[in-house]
């Protein structure tokens, strides 16, 4: 094997990756849409904003490893996501690919989960991502990476961004169901006068500001 074939070589190009709804995608629609609202109490606002058809950028704050299926529960199209290789274990790896996650090497530069991505936006798929990278220990918003505004510019992909409170709650206060709200905004369209700093910045602002003033952390 040379060496260009050492560098270039990924496992994950081995596997399946779904691009369209599982069985498995199926059964696990049908659980959250059964057991989230005995946990929660969830309203939502602004989902008119959110594309019925065409690549999309949903961009939320993260306060718990189950904010994906509440995302997925709100929305009417099928939500495919990046989630970090350590949840790809021997006996969960198929599990989340049949679901539409496919993993990414956190603090690194990926170069395979970036093109992943972009295939998934090309496809006209829903992408969803954690602009902050990591979820909020104390459900303050963190500062935004750059990754979700240089796939945008590099595909031309527009973004919805949206908030999240109370999900990290859910299973505090049983049997009380937990408040917990989703309002997305406006559509963010890049163009050629954003840069991936202004573009960052104008995408958690946005964020920021549909979250309650207590939780909008660096970008009160």
């Known amino acids: 094997m040379t060496t260009e074939n050492l560098t270039t070589f990924d496992l994950r190009d081995q596997q399946t990756f779904y691009l369209e709804p599982t069985p498995t995608r199926h059964v696990v629609l049908f659980l959250i849409h059964t057991v989230i609202p005995m946990l929660m ?16 950028i949903l961009a939320a704050n993260h306060l718990t490893n189950f904010d994906v299926l509440t995302m997925q529960m709100v929305l009417e199209r099928p939500l495919f996501f990046m989630a970090k290789k350590e949840l790809f274990t021997w006996y969960a790896d198929a599990f989340y690919r049949h679901l539409g996650a496919f993993p990414v090497h956190r603090g690194e530069r990926d170069v395979w989960a970036l093109n992943y991505a972009k295939k998934v936006l090309q496809q006209g798929k829903v992408l969803g991502m954690f602009p902050e990278g990591r979820r909020s220990r104390d459900a ?13 510019l590099d595909t031309g992909t527009p973004i919805v961004p949206m908030a ?3 999900t990290n709650l859910a299973m505090k206060n049983i049997p009380q169901r937990a408040p917990v709200t989703i309002e997305f905004a406006p559509v963010i369209q890049p163009t050629t006068q954003h840069t ?3 573009l960052t910045h104008e995408v958690m602002q946005t964020i920021a500001g549909m979250l309650p003033e207590a ?3 660096v970008y009160a």
Do not use: Y
């Open 41 to 56: 109490d969830v309203k939502t606002t602004g989902l008119h904003h959110f594309p019925k058809q065409g690549g999309v």
């Open 164 to 166: 999240l409170t109370g």
């Open 140 to 152: 303050t918003l963190q500062r935004g990476r750059r990754g979700v505004a240089r796939l945008a």
């Open 215 to 217: 939780n909008r952390g």
């Open 196 to 198: 991936p700093e202004s």
